[in-house]
Structures are given as structure tokens and as C-alpha cells.
């Protein structure tokens, strides 16, 4: 069993770090003034319904404080702004700009050719089960994600 331990961790090691490297490259073509982490923050506004910063962070797994840093810096970039909301002056609400909403198609259309690759050297039941074991592997670090 100790040698499914070790080539299991080896494989989640190894694509973190190679999707987390190609990510990086992708970025460099998209917007290199944009930090992965900003992008994936201008990604986690648009796909927000209504812009609350509470949900923003809570999708991004971050403290309200790192986010309004991050918000503040994505601000002065003109990749999104900040507006009291209607209802409730006291609160704000984030949208992205027009710049934010075409750095974000351009960073889904290459998670799209990403997955579209995957899915192209499969056979319909190696990705039935990939789908599957990928299931269960969010379901277990999303209960880690609740303990910590």
C-alpha cells in the first residue's frame, strides 16, 4: 500500500504544479500585468450573482482583509470597481469591468482548450472514471477544507 501512497502523492504534486505552470505561461500571453491570483479573483466576481465581498472571499477561500487588498489593486488596474449598493449604501458591491470581463473570456478559453485536451486523449469510459475518482477527490478536500 506504501507505493500507492507515494504514486498517488507524486501525481497530485506533479499536476498542481504542472497545471499551475502552463496556467502561469497561458498568462503571460493573456494579461501580463495580472497576477494568477487576480485573475482567479476577477474570475470569482463575474461568476458571483450579486458581488457581495463576503461571497467573493468565501469562493476564494481568502480573509476579507487579503481581498480588499487584492480589490484595491484590481481597482487602480481598471480591471473592476467598487460601488455602494442601492439597497444598503453601507454595502459594496464589486463588478468587473469591461477590461476584467475580456481578461476573464481569455483566461476560460484556456481552461476550455485545457480540458478539451484531456478529454481528447480519452476513451469514453477512462473518462467516466477519471469523472468519478475526480468527484471523490473534490468531495474529500473540500471536507479537509472544513476542518482547517
Same mark, same amino acid.
Request: aromatic content about 4%.
Given at each position: 500500500?506504501? #507505493? ?12 498542481? *504544479? ?18 494568477? %491570483? ?10 458571483? *450573482?450579486?458581488? *457581495? @465581498?463576503? #461571497?467573493?472571499?468565501? %469562493? ?28 444598503? %449604501?453601507?454595502?459594496? #458591491? ?8 475580456? @481578461? ?38 473540500? #471536507? ?5
Amino acid at each position: 500500500m506504501d #507505493s500507492h501512497h507515494s504514486i498517488l502523492n507524486d501525481y497530485l504534486v506533479d499536476f498542481f *504544479n504542472s497545471i499551475l505552470k502552463i496556467e502561469e505561461n497561458s498568462l503571460n500571453v493573456i494579461c501580463s500585468e495580472l497576477s494568477l %491570483r487576480e485573475i482567479h479573483t476577477v474570475e470569482a466576481i463575474i461568476n458571483s *450573482n450579486d458581488g *457581495n @465581498v463576503g #461571497s467573493i472571499a468565501a %469562493r476564494l477561500k481568502i480573509t476579507m482583509g487579503t481581498l480588499s487588498v487584492a480589490l484595491k489593486t484590481l481597482e487602480a488596474k481598471g480591471y473592476v470597481v467598487r460601488e455602494k449598493t442601492k439597497a444598503d %449604501r453601507r454595502q459594496v #458591491s464589486v463588478i468587473a469591468t469591461e477590461k476584467g470581463v475580456e @481578461v476573464n473570456k481569455q483566461h476560460q478559453d484556456f481552461h476550455h482548450k485545457m480540458v478539451d485536451e484531456i478529454i481528447s486523449c480519452l476513451s469514453a469510459k477512462e473518462l467516466e472514471v477519471l469523472m468519478i475518482g475526480l468527484d471523490k477527490l473534490d468531495k474529500h478536500f473540500n #471536507s479537509l477544507d472544513k476542518l482547517l
